[in-house]
């Protein structure tokens, strides 16, 4: 027989017998969990409570089996607010309070969130009856939970189903492609309209698809396409700038501006430098941006700048002049050039902004240089000037200084050492700096980079509640998980004692961990340590405990066990 299964009582059986007999049914309508008192039980039908039972929950969702129809799986759902006890058997009561099902059950520790990890739970019950119809459910509506497969289930049933409500004006919803005929009828408002059936419709007016315009268009159509003739102007009504009606094309918009003599942008010219313009450029009026990728354009090496308006004037002999207005400044230059390079750009005198050469800078005390306006002139301090009277101060933490009489140094203090306790201070010519020291949580965290650690606090941090050191002991060790850009606390927990284990075929010994792994075991390990020797092995861990195994055994009393476990 299966080590895990569910028998309907003697109860339960009876009232099946009689539900069967006089055609009626019996109304299945809750399930409870219990430990067993401690230990896996055997199933017995002449059961009529549980050994040991811890919770009770409605029926929170029964059906036949897709694949035997004499199977009625009883399902309920354990909520992460209940728990902190290990469930090993399961019953399932009717309405009127009697047992009908009993069964053992894996092994499965419910947590509670208080105890640092929560989790909803399903229990499932597997009940073989000759006739399902004999049994009925009893659920209240207002506190049944659905599992993940019951929704998985009801979704993909209604997805691979047409029982959506239909698209309105007011709100989407599933909707039927129309047909043909009912797209060149256009009287249903109901159908949806592919491509091909728009177009099908408008071919029925013979709209034509638009075709591009051109200044040389026509006025004409097709089933196909049409098209429209553009009213453009001529040269002379581009001159005239009177039609506003009229468009204009490229070659028109430059004749009518080559009569004023106004030329194009500045855009890309050669090298980036006006410079670099040369005589095959007419005569114009030119507004000076930056180039096509960004860059101001140079108005020779002296300038690079733009927004500015530039004049060229190119005569017979082949001489060049340019008149340039800086609009951020309001500054005007001009340069002129018959072969050749351009010159530099040149401001127009302006006497009221000369200087006379006749006026001069003086030196003043302790100064030298200077002169009179006709070349560039420059003042220096006179070298032979000190300010002795007046002199440098070491301040707290500072050496050195003295008077202006000479080159004088302020040197940093003498460091003082630095201790847990140090302060950011300084006193006569030393200073020190204060020192972080991280906290007992901050070291357990593992998550602080910036505080240091004191041999002190390093033995705070592996003793008190984070060690036991008797037979039966644990050791948690610091440490962390890193999950993305998060770094989540994590300690490392050894743990270890002493227990007995007997041969397999006759009783497994339960062992209790000193303290729960939070999280995962990882490692077990164990071995014999006393007179008598076996194999020893473990099955059935939990984060609580497992079972410690003799193999080959068979001596007179149990065998001393010590084990080592790591996890976290």
């Known amino acids: 027989m299966a080590e895990f299964y569910t028998l309907i009582t003697d109860t339960g059986q009876a009232k099946l017998a009689a539900a069967l007999a006089n055609n009626e049914s019996i109304e299945l309508g809750s399930v409870a969990v219990g430990d067993g008192g401690g230990s896996l039980p055997t199933p017995e039908a002449s059961r009529t409570a549980l050994i040991d039972e811890v919770h009770r929950a409605p029926i929170n969702h029964i059906a036949v089996d897709a694949d035997n129809p004499n199977w009625l799986i009883v399902e309920t759902v354990l909520p992460p607010e209940i728990g902190g006890w290990t469930i090993r058997e399961v019953g399932v009561y009717d309405t009127e309070g009697e047992l009908i099902v009993y069964g053992n059950y894996p092994e499965s ?18 009940m073989q009856v000759s006739d399902t119809a004999a049994v009925t459910l009893t659920v209240d509506p207002s506190i049944v939970l659905a599992t993940r497969q019951l929704l998985e289930e009801r979704i993909a049933a209604h997805a691979a189903s047409r029982d959506h409500p239909g698209a309105t004006e007011a709100a989407q919803g599933m909707i039927q492609r129309a047909t043909k005929a009912q797209a060149e009828a256009g009287s249903d408002n109901t159908r949806a309209m592919t491509p091909l059936r728009v177009r099908q419709a408008i071919d029925l007016f013979r709209l034509g698809a638009p075709a591009t315009l051109s200044g040389g268009s026509t006025n004409q159509s097709t089933s196909e396409s049409h098209t429209h003739q553009l009213a453009m102007a001529t040269k002379g009504q581009a001159e005239a700038g009177s039609d506003a009606t009229r468009l204009m094309s490229a070659l028109r918009v430059h004749q009518a501006f080559n009569q004023f003599g106004i030329g194009g942008v500045t855009q890309g010219v050669p090298g980036n430098d006006l410079s670099t313009v040369d005589g095959t450029v007419p005569s114009g009026l030119y507004k000076v941006y930056t180039n096509t990728s960004g860059t101001p354009v140079h108005l020779g090496t002296e300038m690079s700048t733009n927004g500015h308006v530039v004049w060229l004037r190119r005569g017979a002999s082949g001489g060049e002049a340019q008149l340039l207005f800086a609009e951020l400044t309001g500054q005007l230059y001009y340069r002129t050039r018959t072969t050749g390079a351009w010159p530099d750009w040149r401001m127009p005198a302006d006497p009221a902004n000369s200087v006379p050469p006749q006026r001069a800078i003086v030196a003043g005390d302790g100064l030298s240089g200077g002169g009179d306006f006709t070349t560039n002139r420059s003042l220096k301090v006179d070298s032979s000037v000190a300010r002795t009277n007046t002199q440098i101060i070491a301040g ?6 003295g008077t202006l009489g000479a080159n004088r140094t302020l040197n940093l203090g003498t460091p003082r050492t630095i201790y847990a306790g140090s302060n950011n201070g300084f006193s006569g010519s030393g200073h020190s700096h204060e020192l972080r020291v991280a906290t007992p949580a901050e070291v357990r965290a593992g998550t602080n980079t ?6 002190r606090l390093l033995t705070e941090v592996f003793m008190g509640s984070r060690r036991s050191l008797a037979t039966n002991g644990y050791q948690m060790l610091p440490g962390v998980f890193v999950s993305g850009a998060a770094t989540i606390p994590r300690p490392l927990i050894l743990q270890w004692g002493r227990t007995s284990a007997a041969d397999p075929s006759r009783v497994d010994e339960w062992t209790s961990f000193p303290i729960p792994f939070p999280n995962r075991v990882l490692v077990i390990t164990a071995n014999h340590s006393g007179t008598y020797r076996a194999n020893i092995s473990h099955r059935g861990e939990t984060d609580n405990g497992c079972y410690f195994l003799a193999n080959g055994y068979s001596g007179p009393s149990l065998i001393s066990v010590q084990w080592f476990a790591i996890g976290y």
């Open 396 to 401: 707290n933490g500072l050496t050195g200084g």
């Open 109 to 126: 520790y419910k947590p509670l969130l208080a105890e640092g990890s929560g989790r909803t739970q399903t229990v499932r019950i597997i």
């Open 450 to 455: 910036t505080g240091v650690i004191t041999p």
